[in-house]
């Protein structure tokens, strides 16, 4: 089993549409755990960062994390078109030291359509 | 701010020889560099980490004697992949960690070399 799983999609939409995007992961030591968008042929961008479990929310976009469930999930509301991008997720464990690798998810292939 | 740079964005060799990629942290100090490996359709997979004066850290399965990481400032870290083949072939990401990271974990990305192998 991977320690992180996510479906690669690819997932389409109407312009409007609310999205869910979602990572599973095995390793109960992730403490750590971020959002990254990437557009084609471009390295990750830095979407939302949360630590623990909970909820974050930045403009349209909603972070959550449920540790128990080992579940982590991006909504994104009001999609738009230039939000057509690879979806990320990546996580890590907080182990001390500058132990600050993060483990990623294949990433979902996102189209909002206009 | 926070803009990472690599140099080249794509490359194409012949087996064989040898190729240098550059990653640079342009307007801010890093005290630690990633290098990824991207295939297509796959998540990154990361090669090694490295700090400004200090020997890199390989993961598991990473081969260092192939590639090669030199993080000489806290603005700059090369890869060069040495005797390169086409299963070599590949998106290569570098990150970097702010010097001031405003958390643990903050890295940012810079935009990847393609690489080529003939």
């Known amino acids: 089993q991977k320690e992180v799983e996510q479906d690669p999609g690819p997932l389409s939409v109407p312009e409007g549409a609310i999205v869910s995007l979602n990572c599973t992961y095995s390793n109960s030591a992730f403490q750590y755990f971020m959002w990254y968008r990437q557009y084609s042929r471009k390295g990750p961008e830095l979407l939302m960062y949360?630590?623990?479990?909970g909820n974050k929310e930045d403009g349209r976009f909603t972070a959550q994390v449920d540790k128990s469930s080992k579940y982590i999930s991006l909504f994104i509301r009001d999609s738009q078109p230039s939000d057509s991008a690879t979806y990320l997720c990546?996580?890590?464990?907080?182990?001390?030291?500058?132990?600050?690798?993060?483990?990623f998810g294949k990433g979902t292939l996102l189209t909002v359509n206009p | 701010g926070a803009v990472v740079s690599q140099h080249p964005s794509w490359v194409i060799c012949k087996s064989g020889t040898s190729v240098k990629i550059e990653c640079r942290s342009l307007?801010?100090?890093?005290?630690?560099m990633f290098w990824y490996r991207q295939f297509p359709k796959q998540s990154l997979m990361l090669m090694a980490t490295?700090?400004?004066?200090?020997?890199?850290?390989?993961e598991q399965g990473v081969e260092k004697d192939k590639f090669l990481i030199n993080h000489a400032s806290l603005t700059l870290s090369t890869l060069t992949v040495t005797s390169a083949h086409p299963e070599d072939s590949s998106f290569y990401i570098c990150s970097a960690q702010p010097l001031l990271a405003g958390f643990s974990y903050e890295q940012y990305f810079g935009p990847g070399t393609r690489l080529t192998v003939t």
């Open positions: 307007d801010f100090q890093a005290t630690t």
């Open positions: 990546a996580m890590s464990a907080n182990s001390g030291g500058s132990n600050y690798k993060l483990t």
């Open positions: 949360t630590y623990s479990s």
């Open positions: 490295s700090n400004e004066g200090s020997k890199a850290t390989y």
